[in-house]
């Protein structure tokens, strides 16, 4: 039996003494290769010299070892989908050809990707290949998160994350409410607090967040607060509602309902402006929806008011003056 290293191998040794040939010298492949314990005893102790002279590349093999314990983690199950894991494992095995077939050599599925990538010296094949799978898994874990967090609001999927799916799911959710509650039996079940400086002190407490309380001095009697209650805004985990009854010039009842909620960030709201927001349920209700942020807060705006009338309750529920659509 014979201790003679394979032909490959000598092959990678010969590769790698090149490296330190090179001039300048190649460190940035000479690290990564350090990091994926690729170098013999020797090429150990010229690197290490090496380093001696330049004290800042410890920093950088450092980076490159977290990185890859890191893209190891993440490639186990179930942080990445098994679809994109094998599709990232064809592109590196196949050195980083433009198309790789379905039977391009992976007739078997790769069961542990974290093993793949120490046996086939995943870093090894190119470093863009490497930043290119960072980024792949990178980007799963960020949908698997958003995902996993939706999945914690029943009746909510990713594909309503679109600013129109939002806004129609929104004005579906809350002429619906606004109508129920419109009713008093209804309204007296749910709109629990009836002190509108209470109400909004209570949902200051559960988002953690000063609320912009109504300014009713202003409404001169026009305006009043019926009640408010928890409530189950789309894309948010707490949110409330309050209803207020409103009267315009000619004595006529309106209803009025404002829901609060901490902003989830679907819709690009600014600060100081106030938007009409579309919703086909609230046109055929004969309602007009409005919709606003302020200090991290979302509020919308569900008004039966006309346009003269609307703008005063608008006034009075502080909402912007400037006026926007989306």
């Known amino acids: ?33 350090c990091a994926d314990g690729e170098l013999n005893d020797e090429q150990c102790a010229r690197l290490k010299q090496l380093l001696a002279e330049r004290p800042e590349s410890e920093s950088q093999h450092d980076f490159e070892q977290r990185l890859r314990d890191c893209c190891k983690r993440s490639m186990q199950r179930p942080c990445c989908p098994q679809a994109l894991r094998e599709r ?48 792949l898994i990178g980007v799963a874990g960020v949908l698997i998160w958003q995902s996993a967090s939706l999945s914690l609001i029943p009746g909510v999927s990713p594909g309503q994350m679109e600013p129109a799916s939002y806004s129609e799911r929104v004005g579906n959710f809350v002429i619906s409410e606004h109508n129920r509650c419109s009713k008093d039996d209804a309204a007296q079940n749910k709109l629990v ?25 202003r409404s001169a009697h026009r305006v009043e607060f019926y009640g408010g209650g928890d409530c189950h805004l789309p894309m948010t985990s707490k949110s409330g509602h309050l209803r207020f009854d409103a009267y315009d010039d000619a004595g006529q009842h309106i209803a009025l309902s404002l829901f609060i909620a901490p902003d989830p960030g679907i819709l690009p709201l600014e600060e100081g402006t106030t938007y009409k927001m579309r919703s086909s349920a609230c046109e055929s209700a004969g309602a007009n929806l409005f ?36």
């Open 1 to 33: 039996m014979t201790n003679e290293k394979p032909h490959h191998e000598h092959a990678q040794d010969a590769f790698i003494d090149a490296l330190f040939e090179q001039s300048p010298v190649n460190f940035a492949a000479l690290l990564r290769a």
């Open 88 to 135: 990232v494992g064809a592109i590196v095995a196949s050195g980083g050809s433009a198309a790789v077939g379905a039977d391009d050599g992976f007739a078997q599925r790769i069961e542990d990707a974290g093993s793949y990538t120490r046996d086939r010296r995943f870093w090894s094949r190119s470093p863009m290949m490497g930043i290119a799978a960072v980024l």
């Open 193 to 217: 607090e009836h002190d509108v400086d209470e109400a909004f002190a209570y949902f200051s407490d559960r988002f953690d967040c000063m609320l912009s309380v109504p300014d009713m001095a």
């Open 291 to 326: 919709v606003w942020v302020s200090g991290g807060v979302q509020y919308v705006l569900v008004s039966e008011a006309t346009d003269e009338t609307c703008a005063s309750v608008r006034s009075i529920m502080n909402a912007p003056d400037r006026l926007s659509e989306i």
